[in-house]
């Protein structure tokens, strides 16, 4: 259920960060504004984060009961804690402090990076213990990709769309598959 929350959740907040007047991007912005975000998109990428950080926790449990362990989860968790702990200081700075701060990309940039690092290597890890259809691990890993070229700034930011949706799919998936009593045939790494 969390995976859901996240992913419509995330969707939602693109969505709703669209529909704010255009902001400015790279020397745009001598002569204009950067785009705010409103009480709204902030929370929904509040609830976002947190269930983003609740649902692959789910997920890496699961991997972890088909004996993938070892530095790689550590890493992925890491790298996702530090892009959701990056985004949240900037809806924190962009909703109460300065929504026209200059150094918003001093967070957004590195947010994105880690986020779509971890992402890729929960998609990766998850793809390895079989514990998702292959579609889902690729639809995971192909719209996390498309991450980094959301810009937050223009209608670009609709790019993140495809990744939430994804992420709710996924949700989906196992919600459907707990109702259904069906369990995921879990492999040992090199068995076939």
Not at 35 to 55: D, E, F, H, K, Y
Not at 113 to 142: C, D, K, Y
């Amino acid at each position: 259920m969390s995976a859901v929350v996240s992913g419509v959740s995330w969707s939602a907040a693109a969505v709703s960060h669209n529909l704010q007047p255009q902001g400015c991007v790279a020397e745009g912005c001598a002569s204009s504004v950067m785009r705010g975000s409103t009480a709204l998109t902030g929370m929904l990428l509040a609830v976002a984060g947190l269930m983003l950080v609740v649902s692959v926790s789910g997920l890496l449990l699961m991997t972890r009961r088909a004996s993938q362990r070892g530095p790689l989860v550590w890493t992925a968790v890491t790298s996702l804690g530090v892009g959701v702990a990056c985004f949240l200081a900037a809806g924190v700075v962009s909703g109460f402090v300065d929504a026209d701060w200059s150094g918003m990309p001093l967070l957004v940039a590195p947010g994105i990076v880690f986020l779509v690092l971890g992402l890729l290597m929960v998609a990766t890890i998850v793809w390895r213990a079989r514990v998702l259809p292959h579609q889902v691990s690729v639809a995971i890993l192909v719209t996390a990709l498309l991450l980094p070229l959301a810009n937050e700034q223009t209608s670009l930011v609709l790019l993140a769309v495809p990744f939430g949706l994804a992420w709710a799919g996924t949700g989906v998936y196992l919600l459907a598959r707990d109702r259904h009593g069906v369990r995921p045939r879990v492999l040992a790494p090199n068995s076939t």
